[in-house]
Protein backbone atom coordinates (compact mmCIF):
# COMPACT_ATOMS: atom_id res chain seq x y z
CA UNK A 1 0.00 0.00 0.00
CA UNK A 2 1.07 3.10 -0.86
CA UNK A 3 3.07 5.34 1.97
CA UNK A 4 0.92 8.50 1.08
CA UNK A 5 -2.43 6.15 1.43
CA UNK A 6 -1.32 5.28 5.23
CA UNK A 7 -0.24 9.04 5.57
CA UNK A 8 -3.23 10.02 4.95
CA UNK A 9 -5.33 6.85 7.27
CA UNK A 10 -2.92 8.54 10.09
CA UNK A 11 -4.66 11.84 10.27
CA UNK A 12 -7.25 10.26 11.75
CA UNK A 13 -4.93 9.83 14.57
CA UNK A 14 -6.56 11.68 17.34
CA UNK A 15 -9.86 11.80 16.38
CA UNK A 16 -12.38 11.25 19.24
CA UNK A 17 -16.28 11.36 19.64
CA UNK A 18 -18.67 11.32 22.53
CA UNK A 19 -21.73 9.36 23.22
CA UNK A 20 -24.78 8.61 25.73
CA UNK A 21 -26.99 6.33 26.28
CA UNK A 22 -28.63 5.03 29.46
CA UNK A 23 -27.90 1.10 30.55
CA UNK A 24 -31.64 -0.26 30.27
CA UNK A 25 -32.80 -3.29 31.72
CA UNK A 26 -34.87 -3.58 29.08
CA UNK A 27 -31.98 -4.26 26.38
CA UNK A 28 -30.02 -5.80 29.31
CA UNK A 29 -32.96 -8.65 29.38
CA UNK A 30 -32.77 -8.38 25.86
CA UNK A 31 -28.80 -10.02 25.58
CA UNK A 32 -29.57 -12.14 28.49
CA UNK A 33 -31.97 -14.12 26.43
CA UNK A 34 -30.05 -14.28 23.29
CA UNK A 35 -26.92 -15.96 25.27
CA UNK A 36 -29.05 -17.61 27.79
CA UNK A 37 -27.92 -15.99 30.68
CA UNK A 38 -30.02 -15.96 33.91
CA UNK A 39 -32.77 -13.58 33.96
CA UNK A 40 -33.01 -13.12 37.50
CA UNK A 41 -29.67 -11.70 37.80
CA UNK A 42 -30.98 -8.78 35.41
CA UNK A 43 -32.27 -5.82 37.62
CA UNK A 44 -32.11 -2.08 38.02
CA UNK A 45 -28.88 -1.43 40.21
CA UNK A 46 -27.01 -4.68 39.42
CA UNK A 47 -23.59 -4.94 37.62
CA UNK A 48 -23.89 -5.11 34.09
CA UNK A 49 -22.49 -8.27 32.51
CA UNK A 50 -18.66 -8.33 31.18
CA UNK A 51 -19.03 -7.01 27.75
CA UNK A 52 -22.07 -6.32 27.31
CA UNK A 53 -21.50 -2.39 26.96
CA UNK A 54 -21.26 -3.70 22.89
CA UNK A 55 -24.97 -3.70 22.87
CA UNK A 56 -25.74 0.27 23.95
CA UNK A 57 -24.58 3.32 22.22
CA UNK A 58 -25.21 2.44 19.03
CA UNK A 59 -24.97 4.47 16.13
CA UNK A 60 -27.78 4.09 13.39
CA UNK A 61 -27.11 5.90 9.61
CA UNK A 62 -29.94 6.37 7.15
CA UNK A 63 -29.20 3.90 4.09
CA UNK A 64 -27.65 6.47 1.91
CA UNK A 65 -24.73 6.72 4.53
CA UNK A 66 -24.34 3.32 4.91
CA UNK A 67 -21.17 1.05 2.29
CA UNK A 68 -21.97 -1.84 0.64
CA UNK A 69 -20.83 -4.21 3.43
CA UNK A 70 -23.81 -2.55 5.58
CA UNK A 71 -21.73 -0.99 8.14
CA UNK A 72 -21.52 2.82 8.13
CA UNK A 73 -19.50 4.56 4.85
CA UNK A 74 -15.98 5.02 5.75
CA UNK A 75 -14.54 7.97 6.35
CA UNK A 76 -16.69 9.34 9.04
CA UNK A 77 -15.32 8.73 12.66
CA UNK A 78 -12.99 5.75 11.38
CA UNK A 79 -10.71 6.53 8.40
CA UNK A 80 -11.34 5.32 4.84
CA UNK A 81 -8.96 2.28 4.24
CA UNK A 82 -8.85 0.71 0.83
CA UNK A 83 -9.15 -2.74 1.81
CA UNK A 84 -12.96 -4.12 0.81
CA UNK A 85 -13.21 -6.66 4.10
CA UNK A 86 -13.60 -5.30 7.99
CA UNK A 87 -13.11 -7.42 10.66
CA UNK A 88 -12.94 -6.97 14.52
CA UNK A 89 -9.85 -8.21 15.46
CA UNK A 90 -9.75 -8.63 18.67
CA UNK A 91 -9.45 -6.21 22.30
CA UNK A 92 -8.01 -5.71 25.70
CA UNK A 93 -10.93 -4.84 28.00
CA UNK A 94 -10.03 -3.14 31.85
CA UNK A 95 -13.14 -2.97 34.05
CA UNK A 96 -12.44 -0.57 36.72
CA UNK A 97 -15.48 -0.07 38.64
CA UNK A 98 -19.05 -2.18 38.06
CA UNK A 99 -21.64 -0.20 34.81
CA UNK A 100 -24.74 -0.58 37.14
CA UNK A 101 -27.75 -1.91 35.04
CA UNK A 102 -30.04 1.97 34.84
CA UNK A 103 -27.72 4.01 34.69
CA UNK A 104 -26.81 6.62 32.46
CA UNK A 105 -23.09 6.68 31.03
CA UNK A 106 -21.22 8.50 28.50
CA UNK A 107 -18.58 6.89 26.30
CA UNK A 108 -15.77 8.72 24.81
CA UNK A 109 -13.89 6.72 21.44
CA UNK A 110 -10.75 8.13 20.31
CA UNK A 111 -8.92 6.83 17.16
CA UNK A 112 -5.36 5.70 18.97
CA UNK A 113 -3.05 4.03 16.12
CA UNK A 114 -3.13 2.97 12.20
CA UNK A 115 -1.04 0.49 11.15
CA UNK A 116 0.23 -1.48 7.79
CA UNK A 117 1.30 -4.81 7.60
CA UNK A 118 2.24 -7.29 4.75
CA UNK A 119 1.02 -10.39 5.46
CA UNK A 120 1.16 -13.30 3.40
CA UNK A 121 -1.68 -12.64 1.90
CA UNK A 122 -1.53 -9.09 1.28
CA UNK A 123 -2.06 -5.70 2.94
CA UNK A 124 -3.06 -5.68 5.98
CA UNK A 125 -4.14 -2.11 8.12
CA UNK A 126 -5.21 -2.18 11.74
CA UNK A 127 -7.01 0.40 13.31
CA UNK A 128 -7.11 0.91 17.36
CA UNK A 129 -9.87 2.47 18.80
CA UNK A 130 -9.95 3.63 22.69
CA UNK A 131 -13.43 3.40 24.25
CA UNK A 132 -13.64 4.52 27.81
CA UNK A 133 -17.09 4.21 29.62
CA UNK A 134 -18.14 7.40 32.22
CA UNK A 135 -20.41 7.50 34.89
CA UNK A 136 -22.64 10.58 34.78
CA UNK A 137 -20.35 11.85 37.82
CA UNK A 138 -16.89 11.26 36.49
CA UNK A 139 -15.92 8.17 37.53
CA UNK A 140 -14.12 5.98 35.15
CA UNK A 141 -15.95 2.41 34.66
CA UNK A 142 -14.21 0.80 31.85
CA UNK A 143 -11.07 1.20 29.66
CA UNK A 144 -11.14 -0.65 26.16
CA UNK A 145 -8.56 -0.76 23.21
CA UNK A 146 -10.62 -2.05 20.07
CA UNK A 147 -8.53 -3.49 17.36
CA UNK A 148 -10.40 -3.62 13.79
CA UNK A 149 -8.52 -5.34 10.42
CA UNK A 150 -9.16 -4.08 7.18
CA UNK A 151 -7.57 -6.73 4.24
CA UNK A 152 -8.63 -7.95 0.68
CA UNK A 153 -10.86 -11.04 0.38
CA UNK A 154 -8.92 -14.51 -0.05
CA UNK A 155 -8.84 -17.87 -0.26
CA UNK A 156 -9.05 -19.04 3.65
CA UNK A 157 -6.45 -21.41 4.68
CA UNK A 158 -7.82 -24.59 6.68
CA UNK A 159 -7.68 -23.78 10.57
CA UNK A 160 -4.85 -25.71 12.05
CA UNK A 161 -5.73 -27.61 15.28
CA UNK A 162 -3.77 -26.52 18.46
CA UNK A 163 -1.52 -29.53 19.74
CA UNK A 164 -3.56 -30.26 23.09
CA UNK A 165 -6.93 -29.89 21.52
CA UNK A 166 -7.74 -33.26 21.45
CA UNK A 167 -8.55 -32.82 25.34
CA UNK A 168 -8.28 -29.31 26.80
CA UNK A 169 -8.17 -29.46 30.47
CA UNK A 170 -10.45 -27.03 32.17
CA UNK A 171 -14.12 -26.67 31.54
CA UNK A 172 -15.81 -27.14 28.21
CA UNK A 173 -19.23 -25.78 27.02
CA UNK A 174 -20.36 -26.74 23.62
CA UNK A 175 -22.49 -24.06 21.17
CA UNK A 176 -23.56 -24.70 17.40
CA UNK A 177 -24.94 -21.30 16.94
CA UNK A 178 -28.14 -20.99 14.94
CA UNK A 179 -29.21 -17.99 12.80
CA UNK A 180 -31.74 -16.90 15.05
CA UNK A 181 -29.15 -16.69 17.05
CA UNK A 182 -26.99 -14.56 14.24
CA UNK A 183 -30.10 -11.90 13.55
CA UNK A 184 -31.03 -11.68 17.58
CA UNK A 185 -27.28 -10.76 18.24
CA UNK A 186 -26.88 -8.50 15.08
CA UNK A 187 -30.21 -6.82 15.92
CA UNK A 188 -28.91 -6.34 19.67
CA UNK A 189 -26.11 -4.12 18.09
CA UNK A 190 -27.34 -2.70 15.06
CA UNK A 191 -24.99 -4.41 13.74
CA UNK A 192 -25.49 -4.28 10.01
CA UNK A 193 -22.88 -5.45 8.88
CA UNK A 194 -23.93 -8.49 5.81
CA UNK A 195 -21.56 -11.06 6.55
CA UNK A 196 -23.58 -12.27 9.82
CA UNK A 197 -27.30 -12.70 7.35
CA UNK A 198 -26.43 -12.48 4.04
CA UNK A 199 -25.01 -15.92 2.46
CA UNK A 200 -24.79 -14.63 -0.66
CA UNK A 201 -22.89 -11.61 0.06
CA UNK A 202 -20.57 -13.66 2.43
CA UNK A 203 -19.85 -15.82 -0.72
CA UNK A 204 -19.58 -13.70 -3.79
CA UNK A 205 -17.89 -10.59 -2.06
CA UNK A 206 -15.68 -11.00 1.01
CA UNK A 207 -14.96 -14.53 0.38
CA UNK A 208 -16.70 -16.45 3.45
CA UNK A 209 -18.20 -20.03 2.73
CA UNK A 210 -21.11 -18.99 4.84
CA UNK A 211 -22.89 -16.64 7.41
CA UNK A 212 -19.98 -15.49 10.00
CA UNK A 213 -20.22 -16.30 13.66
CA UNK A 214 -20.14 -12.32 15.52
CA UNK A 215 -16.12 -11.86 16.78
CA UNK A 216 -17.48 -10.11 20.09
CA UNK A 217 -20.15 -12.42 20.55
CA UNK A 218 -17.82 -15.44 21.08
CA UNK A 219 -15.76 -12.85 23.43
CA UNK A 220 -18.76 -12.43 25.47
CA UNK A 221 -19.69 -16.18 25.72
CA UNK A 222 -15.66 -16.58 26.55
CA UNK A 223 -15.96 -13.66 29.56
CA UNK A 224 -19.11 -14.92 30.51
CA UNK A 225 -18.01 -18.56 30.98
CA UNK A 226 -14.84 -17.01 32.73
CA UNK A 227 -16.83 -15.59 35.24
CA UNK A 228 -19.21 -18.60 35.82
CA UNK A 229 -16.28 -21.37 36.12
CA UNK A 230 -14.09 -18.48 38.44
CA UNK A 231 -16.47 -17.33 40.61
CA UNK A 232 -15.52 -13.70 40.54
CA UNK A 233 -16.37 -10.86 38.01
CA UNK A 234 -13.69 -10.10 35.67
CA UNK A 235 -10.93 -7.41 35.90
CA UNK A 236 -8.99 -7.30 32.69
CA UNK A 237 -9.92 -9.33 29.54
CA UNK A 238 -7.71 -9.34 26.67
CA UNK A 239 -8.85 -11.11 23.04
CA UNK A 240 -7.77 -12.24 19.58
CA UNK A 241 -9.97 -13.83 16.75
CA UNK A 242 -7.77 -16.44 15.06
CA UNK A 243 -10.07 -17.62 12.60
CA UNK A 244 -13.70 -17.21 11.36
CA UNK A 245 -16.25 -19.72 12.77
CA UNK A 246 -19.41 -20.12 10.62
CA UNK A 247 -22.88 -20.91 10.60
CA UNK A 248 -23.24 -24.69 11.15
CA UNK A 249 -19.77 -25.15 12.85
CA UNK A 250 -19.93 -26.35 16.36
CA UNK A 251 -18.07 -24.17 18.72
CA UNK A 252 -16.52 -25.45 21.91
CA UNK A 253 -15.49 -22.82 24.66
CA UNK A 254 -12.99 -23.92 27.05
CA UNK A 255 -11.55 -22.14 30.16
CA UNK A 256 -8.83 -23.22 32.11
CA UNK A 257 -8.05 -21.13 35.53
CA UNK A 258 -5.23 -20.69 37.49
CA UNK A 259 -6.00 -18.33 40.71
CA UNK A 260 -6.41 -15.50 39.09
CA UNK A 261 -5.71 -15.57 35.81
CA UNK A 262 -7.93 -17.34 33.52
CA UNK A 263 -6.99 -18.56 29.71
CA UNK A 264 -9.71 -18.94 27.27
CA UNK A 265 -9.87 -20.70 23.89
CA UNK A 266 -13.15 -20.52 21.57
CA UNK A 267 -12.03 -23.79 19.28
CA UNK A 268 -13.88 -25.06 15.84
CA UNK A 269 -15.02 -28.80 15.37
CA UNK A 270 -11.27 -29.90 14.34
CA UNK A 271 -9.51 -28.10 17.64
CA UNK A 272 -8.66 -25.19 15.93
CA UNK A 273 -8.72 -21.94 17.95
CA UNK A 274 -11.19 -19.53 16.46
CA UNK A 275 -10.34 -17.51 19.47
CA UNK A 276 -7.68 -16.75 22.19
CA UNK A 277 -8.35 -15.00 25.20
CA UNK A 278 -7.08 -13.98 28.61
CA UNK A 279 -8.45 -12.96 32.15
CA UNK A 280 -7.69 -11.89 35.29
CA UNK A 281 -10.05 -12.15 37.92
CA UNK A 282 -10.86 -9.44 40.59
Excluded at 19 to 40: F, G, K, N, W
Excluded at 154 to 180: E, F, I, Y
Excluded at 182 to 210: K, Q
Amino acid sequence: MDTAVIDHLRGWIGKSQTDEDLISERQARLMAATVDYPLERIAAGQPLPPLWHWVYFLNGLPPAELGRDGHPARGGFLPPVPLSNRMWAGGRVAFLRPIPIGASVRKVSTILSVEHKQGRSGDLVFVTVLHELFLTEGTLCLREEHDIVYREPQPLAKPVPVADAASPAGVSRSLTPTSTLLFRYSALTFNGHRIHYDADYCREVEGYPNLVIHGPLNATLLAQLAEAVGGRPIREFSYRGVSPAFLGETITFNVQCDGDAVRLRALLGNGAPSMQAEARLA
